[in-house]
């Protein structure tokens, strides 16, 4: 289903009929209005995105011309929100994540929001459930004395087994989620001091937004910033610098990895079968079957009898099915269709 | 109205609710369908796009990463239709153009059609009513036999006004409208001989295109591409070889250079006032008023008093009356908002 002209956050992997992406959007109701939510996305899903999110103005859904990592992305959207209001708190979030309490979140991001208006670069930690070594961390300082949240001593990437297992024997290091709080004048400050030139390209952008330059100015500067991650361009040498701290949360949080991950977030039948997009027709049948995990996509009727820990996608032009144990190997199928010359199914 | 942000082709200039780029979109029904039409748009505007054309499958909206003149968009969609089909025959038209009888219009593009099949690069010439120096003539050479077409002969660009009067009396001058109609094979045949860093350039983007690579090359390659008008680059070229030809047509065509000529395209009532918009509430009130354009766009009432021959646009942050034969020179206001730095209002 996630293949390069419909990627994962258009799809509607949310047990209900929302894509990620308009899930994510509508999980900010409590914390922003349409007005104050902008979208950034690659010249391939704009059209797809202005859709999707039909209340956002269409002057909110910025476009990549090229991608350049998140650094640019989330830099461009700084300063576009500078431009229009320079003391604005800016929250970025991942449009292809799966969280189970919003509600539950939302706390979290007020809290987040608190610290960034105090001049912290606010990060949501995830207390680890397993030692996972997918995901980046957060080593965490000291608590904060009467805050909620801690210092954020070091970002670490994606460790091994042992260490990951010693992270999580620590009680100090959360799950980098890639959520980001902040003002808007603090980041931009950071990217200044940081990265000069990321930071010069993506104010002479903001200040031709909106005038008929803009795709002029955009197009010219947009290939000349520098190709890197917020991560690594502003949150570690900030953390170095004592300028990050962490809200540690616990929404259920899950960045849909694959759909072994997301049989386990979604809501399970009586027999623990999920099936994604239940309004699809014709659907699913099922019989004698367990801990299912079902995509029907293609308008067919998807049948399984007597079966248990499998995950079954259909689409209009390929079935997958495998193990949910070997989810994580799908990557490796797709790296096989690649050699193999067949673009079209990746 | 024809802001930065919302150029006109996004505007209800049509005498109906239709937007300029939608009544274009709908005045090649008789001709295609939505699966084989395609749209080429920048960056800013792509979301506004997807929005006002819902029929059109979103793969069908091509994003410009940066302006570069008419030759790399119309290449891009040549190559991109190519890739679909190698045969194909391709029409091009701009979306800000009026045409008063579209069954008429439809006639010459199918004309130009049989033209394009037999392997000349067609374009659509109109019939001069005037001694126009805003326009670009194309020059005709001798009728080819039996056929409805005429060879081009040359591209002239916009000449002065006793040119302009030649031009009329020759009988051989026709306006250039910049529609064009040819195989993509033969294009892409032509630009590969005229410009092969272009043609290079793009059939390189349309083998990414709907690959995960799409926006990565796409993003790469389009800022090199020169930037060039497809009557320079391609065409001119190819008239002086013999491979251009044009079909003259009576369509009450417009290219809604100013309001003044909108007036005279479209309906006008009994006292001769033409009414853009006329679905907006609460509308306009004229009395004792006649051979008005009058555009209410703010949602204010547009009361008119004992006026003739005026044109008065309301928009939400700028109110415009003028004499309807001083239209033209509202781009001189436009460069004079520009000096005055007050970029908003561009």
Redesign the interface.
Known sequence: MS???HPKFLHPLTGTSASLLQATVERLAPLTTPDRTLVVT???H??????QL?GLP??N?L?????RDSCAAIALAAAVIAARDPNAVMGSFAADHLIRDPDSWVRTVQEAVRGAEQGMLMTVGITPTRPETGYGYLETGEDTDGSPWRQVAEFKEKPGAEVAEAYVRSGRHLWNASMFVWRVDVFLAELARQQPALHAGVVAIAAAW???????V???I??TLPKISVDYAVMEGAATAGRVATVPGDFGWNDVGDFHTLGDVLPADDAGNVVLGTDAKPGVLLRDSSNLVVVPQSGRLVAVLGLQDLIVVDTPDAVLVCPRDRAQDVKALVDELKERGE??Y?
């Open positions: 293949r390069a002209g690659g010249a391939a704009v059209a797809a995105v202005a859709r039909t269409e002057e859904i476009v990549e011309p090229s991608p909106g005038t008929p330059e803009q795709d002029e955009l197009g010219a947009w290939p673009e079209g990746v």
